[in-house]
Each structure stands twice: as C-alpha cells, then as structure tokens.
C-alpha cells in the first residue's frame, strides 16, 4: 500500500486535496470527479488508517466508476478480510487471478488473508508468489518471516528477516523481528555479533544499537547494555522503548534511583504506561519507600485495573507498612485476576499468617504447593509456620512432602530432624540428622538457627562432633 504524503499528482492536486473533496462530495457539498489513480489513493488511505466505513465508500465509489479495476477489486477484498469476511474476499481475489494473474498486490492481499484465517503453508505460497513480482522485496521478506514466526519456526523466520535487511538495511520491522528471532531461539550472543557487524556499515542506526543491549541485557551483561541504549537515545533521544529497557537493567545492577528517573523519562515521548508505573513502583519497594511505591503502583492500576502484579505490589507495600487488613484485601484482588499464579498465593500465606490465621494461610501454602511452584523456599516457610503454631504432625508430613520434591535439600533434612525431636522421635531425628550432616555438614548451624533450645543437646552436639572429625 502506498505511503501518503502531499506531493501534486498529475493533474496538479495534492493528495490533501483530493481527500477534501472526496470528503465533501460524500457530504453532499460537491461533485467531484476522480481518476482511478486518485481514487485508489483515498482507498489506502483509509485502509492504512483503519477507518473502514469511509474506506467502503471510496469503495463502492470506486467500483461503480471503474468497475474493471482490479486495483479496486483487490482493496475491497481486503476491506472484506478486515470485517472477517474471508471467503468471500478469497473469491473476489480468485476472480481478479482469472484476470491478471502476475499481479503483486493480488498475492500479497491473499497472503495476508490466509495468515489471518491460519492457513501458514498457504500464506507462504502467496507471499512466495509475490517475490518475483515485488519492487520492494524486503517487505515480501518480512511478511514471509512473519509467517514463520506465525509458525513457530524462528530460524526460518530469521532467514528472511536477514533478507529483507540485506535488501533494505533500514528496515526497521526487519531488524526488531530479527531481534526476536535471536530471543526465541536463545541466540543471544548471534544477535550481539549480528548487530555489532551491522552498525560497522550503519552506526547511526538507532534500532540497531537498541537491540544491541537488548541483546546484552538477555545475556545479563547490563552495564554493556545500558551502554548501547545510551547509544540508541544519544541518535534519537526520543525513543522511548531505549529509556524503558536501560531502565530495566538499571534496576537489575539495583542502580533503583537511576531506573526510576529513566523510567519517567519515558512519559516525556510516550502515552502514560501503566507497566512504568508498576516497574517505577517497584522500584520505589526495592528502595523501601513504600508511600511513593503505592502512589505508582496505584496510578498502574488506574490505566490498567487488570494488571494483577500492581495490586500484589500494593498488597506487598501495605504489608511492608504494617497495614496488614487492607494488605489481604489487594493480595485477593491480585488472585481474583489470576488465580492460577502461584506466587500471589504465597504472598497471601504470608500476610494471613502474619494476621494469625494459620488455617487460611495453611491452604494458601497448599495452593502454591498445588499450583507447582519449583522452590525449596514454599516447604521451608509452610513447614515453618505449622511448626510454630504448633501443628508437630502437620509440619513433619509437610517436610517430608518437601523432602520427596527436593531430596537434595540438607535444610529440609536437618528441619524434619527437629521437628522429630519436639514429637519425642529422638531416634528418627538422629537419622535425618545424620544424613544431613552427611549431606552437607557446613549446614548444620541451620539447626541452631531455626531452633536455639538444641545447642545444649548433648546427643545432638555428640553426633555433629563424629561427623566433624
């Protein structure tokens, strides 16, 4: 489709012109007479700018003035595709391939309906179709590439992403699905020497040096990637997505004063996000400023009342305030979102525990534990909290739950050793204490920390002493 600007067509009217008077013949003003040439610009105009109902009348207008146009025939088939009427656009195009068969549009449009109805084999013989066809071949490239993101082939897609930037070093869709194509396969150290190689030819490309620290911060390198960002602002200081992402590895070197003043550079180039008031917010948590945490993560949820990890957040801060009633209250609103993430469960254990209710924080535990959340932290803490209120058996079945998930870890092994030992088990809690301190005996203080009464038991103290020497 074209790119529009207000240069003077053939017969001396800017394209701005034509538009207007199309405009006011549509409301009755005038009469107006258009080409096919003019009026296939107004069309794309239209589709370009999603405004589908005036689009259907330079159609229709279109159509019934140069009804062989396959042009026009092909921009309502388009038009039909945007209101989900595929088959019937399909047809259209069919009937303009009985016409005109080596016409680059026509196999483009089709390709585009097929990705749209998930048919990626077919969309990739059209766009493969259009190739020979094409003035502009890096986009044919880039559609091809996206196809086979479509299909989860990433390194086909960067095949033609690699292509299209051969052909177009500017393209800049190519170069940040490119930049994905490096991420989902994991290739981040490709992408650092792929784009360090094209900014030898291009060094003012403000893309490439974004995605250079993209590149960087996957590999954790975040000082070499807030370098390339600063690169990326210094050639274009208003690129918003540079300042978010050096302020993301900003936070990640825990540089949190510096992220949060790059973050709200932000909103001087862009609409408010409500994600930089959450990343901001956090920031604000890390620095235990929890008044200024909750005034951004409140502006998050106000955006974006759906973003669950915003009202965590101001249920973590509430708690951090010792506002636990109305912390409970957020962590719900979090777990209403997204009931299935397992962390918001442990947070909710957390705060009801603090609150003294060990029933409703025992099934939290045992949610988070349901929901498979992969550390050793959930069983120590859950085995911890029915220890102290007292639950002896409850916290015994619970490490030995934890022990069958994670039989590596000593600290659960040494845990269960103590708490056989308060179930009058001394026996049994001298075995796990022994396989403990065979497992890893510059551990065993773990069992003077979780429990000080044990450091004058003298069977205890006998056993550590044979595994000493």
Known sequence: MREFDDDEGLDGKSFEENLKRFEEMLAGSATCFFDADEIEEIIDYYLQWYNYEFAKKAIDFGLERFPFSTIIKIRYAQYLSSQHYTHEALAILNEVEQIEQNNFDLYMARGYIYS???LGEQAIENFKNAL????????VYVA?????LNEDKADDAAYYFKKAIKFNPKNEVALNELSLCFDLTGKSSDAVS?????????PYSYYAWFNVGLAYSRLGLFEKAIDAYDYSIAINEKFSSAYFNKANSLAQLERYEEAINTYQETFKYEEKEPTTYYFIGECYEQLKRFEDALINYNKCVKLDPANADAWLGIGVVLDGLNRLTESVHYVKKAIEINPNEAEYWYVFAEVQQ???FIEESALAYERVIELEYNEVDVWIDFSTMLHQAGYLKEANEALMQGIKRFPDSAELIYRIGVVLLDLANTKAAMEYFSIALDMDFQKHEIIFEYAPNLINNTELNHLISIYKK
């Open 132 to 139: 020979p066809l094409a003035e502009f071949k890096d986009e």
């Open 194 to 202: 792929f784009f360090e190689k094209y900014l030898d030819e291009f």
């Open 144 to 148: 091809l590439g996206i196809e086979f």
């Open 116 to 118: 749209q109805m998930g």
């Open 354 to 356: 603090k609150l003294g």
